[in-house]
């Protein structure tokens, strides 16, 4: 069990190469995350540290019990589970039709489902229409196909520009969409979490399922991304 929690909330690593905003904080080599580099954690982290501590004194939550979910979500719960779906989906026309009319059962076909992934919403990315994917309010996120949110995710500037110009925030991530492209923004919600297929790039035909995952980021099924048929990094 790492401790980066009882420090900060840490990024989870992304799933291939992705491009990051400059206001989505900064990368180096000595620090592959992003974060912010403030001597004392943020006032709703130790607000979070002194709840904490307070519910395991009174003997209302058990440390290694909540260590033990939050470890799940930081290191075995990612988006190599949605990559495994949108392949899945890519391959099997049945399957992709499954997923678009009912995500959450579609997802547990693979055995992913759980907390914060009881109503998902698949949405599709063809040629013409381009989703991407926000919340407003916070930071809700499927978390059982996508792990925890990255750092930028729950970032106010993130938040608010994506609904009033995404495309100036794509174009911040790399993604430059022409005009002929609709762009359609979805608000996940606590109730409500969506999860974009991307679409499957061109001269994949030969590729297996698992070489298909092996292609898909977890920016590409945030919407601020899109898979390019060359293998991400191991
Ligand atoms: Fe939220």
Same mark, same amino acid.
């Given at each position: 069990?790492?401790?980066?929690?009882?420090?900060?909330?840490?990024?989870?690593?992304?799933?291939?190469? !992705?491009?990051?905003?400059?206001?989505?904080?900064?990368?180096?080599?000595?620090?592959?995350?992003?974060?912010?580099?403030?001597?004392?954690?943020?006032?709703?982290?130790?607000?979070?540290?002194?709840?904490?501590?307070? @519910?395991?004194?009174?003997? +209302?939550?058990?440390?290694?019990?909540?260590?033990?979910?939050?470890?799940?979500?930081?290191?075995?719960?990612?988006?190599?589970?949605?990559?495994?779906?949108?392949?899945?989906?890519?391959?099997?026309?049945?399957?992709?039709?499954?997923?678009?009319?009912?995500?959450?059962?579609?997802?547990?076909?693979?055995?992913?489902?759980?907390?914060?992934?009881?109503?998902?919403?698949?949405?599709?990315?063809?040629?013409?229409?381009?989703?991407?994917?926000?919340?407003? @309010?916070? !930071?809700?996120?499927? /978390?059982? #196909?996508?792990?925890?949110?990255?750092? /930028?995710? *729950?970032?106010?500037?993130?938040? !608010?520009?994506?609904?009033?110009?995404?495309?100036?925030?794509?174009?911040?991530?790399?993604?430059?969409?022409?005009?002929?492209?609709?762009?359609?923004?979805?608000?996940?919600?606590?109730?409500?979490?969506? @999860? #974009? +297929?991307?679409?499957?790039?061109?001269?994949?035909?030969? +590729? !297996?399922?698992?070489?298909?995952?092996?292609?898909?980021?977890?920016?590409?099924?945030?919407?601020?991304? *899109?898979?390019?048929?060359?293998?991400?990094?191991?």
């Amino acid at each position: 069990m790492n401790t980066t929690r009882r420090d900060l909330p840490a990024t989870a690593p992304a799933a291939g190469a !992705s491009v990051t905003p400059e206001w989505a904080g900064t990368r180096s080599a000595e620090h592959p995350h992003v974060h912010d580099h403030q001597a004392t954690p943020s006032d709703p982290a130790l607000r979070v540290k002194a709840l904490e501590s307070l @519910l395991v004194e009174k003997g +209302l939550v058990d440390r290694a019990a909540l260590d033990e979910l939050i470890d799940t979500y930081e290191h075995k719960v990612g988006p190599r589970n949605g990559a495994r779906v949108v392949a899945r989906a890519w391959s099997d026309v049945g399957y992709k039709q499954r997923l678009l009319a009912n995500a959450d059962v579609a997802i547990a076909e693979l055995g992913y489902g759980g907390m914060q992934g009881e109503h998902m919403v698949v949405v599709e990315n063809t040629a013409t229409i381009h989703n991407v994917v926000v919340c407003t @309010l916070c !930071s809700c996120y499927p /978390w059982p #196909v996508l792990g925890l949110p990255p750092v /930028w995710y *729950k970032s106010a500037p993130y938040r !608010s520009r994506s609904v009033v110009d995404p495309r100036s925030v794509l174009r911040e991530f790399g993604l430059d969409l022409g005009e002929h492209v609709e762009v359609r923004v979805w608000d996940s919600t606590a109730e409500l979490r969506y @999860l #974009v +297929l991307p679409e499957r790039p061109p001269n994949t035909g030969t +590729l !297996s399922e698992a070489e298909l995952a092996s292609l898909v980021t977890r920016d590409s099924m945030i919407g601020v991304a *899109k898979v390019e048929a060359k293998a991400s990094p191991a």
